[in-house]
């Protein structure tokens, strides 16, 4: 294990912990998941099941069933606290709005409880840079997705807290922010795991803050705590911290501090099988009579 590897119980609980305040501090994710949804105005699908990968506390779940009313929406996270607000929240909600079914799984993206090829989409914002082994989290994904199913996704870039890092950086010798992956690494990543026709693009948006204390309570906010192995164990000193706040100063502008985030779209398809089960061929062929 290096010093990034995500610890998951430290994960499931800090999320559980933010689950009853997270709707309120969770702007950049509502905001990520919205353009997501704005995507999905181009493509034309219409699936039966829909697997909201890492679902929090499931804003983006019922935003699908409204726009997949005849569809059963899987909403799935770890965070057993995300999914008991997300059950409350879909019980009012449908009694207004929509007459479709939703599941809720408590579950790892990383070991899906899903049989094979029993979903038409998967649907996963803002939670794949909470994986440990994302190659082996894309197979999962190919795996559960129907032939012709698409894969959406939205997760973190390299240069997401920048600023952050780069106080951290001679503060001690811990890891304090997480480390996001390449939006070209996960193109081939998608390659690789059998999905065909990958597209993938980035934004940056940056949100801006009094103090870095207000950055800091939005991250916990939100349930975004260090939860890397090589992170301390400890409260950092108050000689440590006040060098942070020192050195964050320097990227103040126009009387704000930048918080910056990189944001990586994806989608993809899973393409028809070359083979049958028992290994011969499959050869398709168009003809018109």
Not at 117 to 127: C, I, K, Q, R, Y
Not at 138 to 158: A, D, I, W
Not at 219 to 228: D, M, Y
């Amino acid at each position: 294990m290096d010093e990034f590897s995500i610890d998951k119980k430290q994960v499931r609980r800090a999320f559980s912990r933010a689950a009853r305040n997270y709707d309120a501090t969770a702007v950049l994710q509502r905001e990520v998941c919205q353009r997501m949804l704005e995507r999905l105005d181009y493509i034309k699908i219409q699936p039966s099941r829909v697997l909201d990968a890492g679902s929090g506390t499931g804003w983006g779940s019922r935003q699908l069933a409204q726009r997949y009313p005849a569809a059963q929406v899987v909403a799935l996270d770890m965070a057993l606290g995300m999914l008991n607000v997300a059950r409350e929240q879909f019980s009012w909600w449908r009694k207004l709005f929509s007459a479709s079914q939703q599941s809720h799984v408590c579950a790892d993206v990383e070991a899906l409880p899903l049989a094979n090829n029993s979903a038409g989409m998967v649907w996963s914002n803002l939670t794949l840079q909470w994986c440990n082994d994302l190659p082996a989290t894309f197979r999962e994904m190919h795996r559960v997705l129907k032939s012709e199913g698409l894969l959406m996704f939205s997760t973190f870039g390299p240069d997401t807290l920048k600023e952050l890092r780069s106080v951290f950086n001679d503060a001690d010798g811990y890891s304090h922010i997480n480390r996001f992956t390449d939006m070209h690494d996960l193109g081939d990543m998608l390659t690789h795991s059998g999905f065909s026709e990958p597209v993938m693009d980035m934004e940056i948006i940056t949100l801006t803050y009094a103090d870095v204390k207000s950055v800091m309570q939005d991250l916990r906010g939100i349930g975004a705590h260090n939860a890397t192995a090589g992170r301390a164990q400890g409260m950092m000193g108050k000689m440590a911290w006040q060098h942070i706040l020192e050195r964050y100063e320097r990227y103040r502008c126009d009387g704000r501090l930048p918080a910056t985030f990189e944001i990586v779209y994806g989608h993809a398809w899973k393409p028809q099988p070359k083979r049958a089960a028992d290994g011969r061929a499959i050869i398709r062929t168009d003809f018109k009579l």
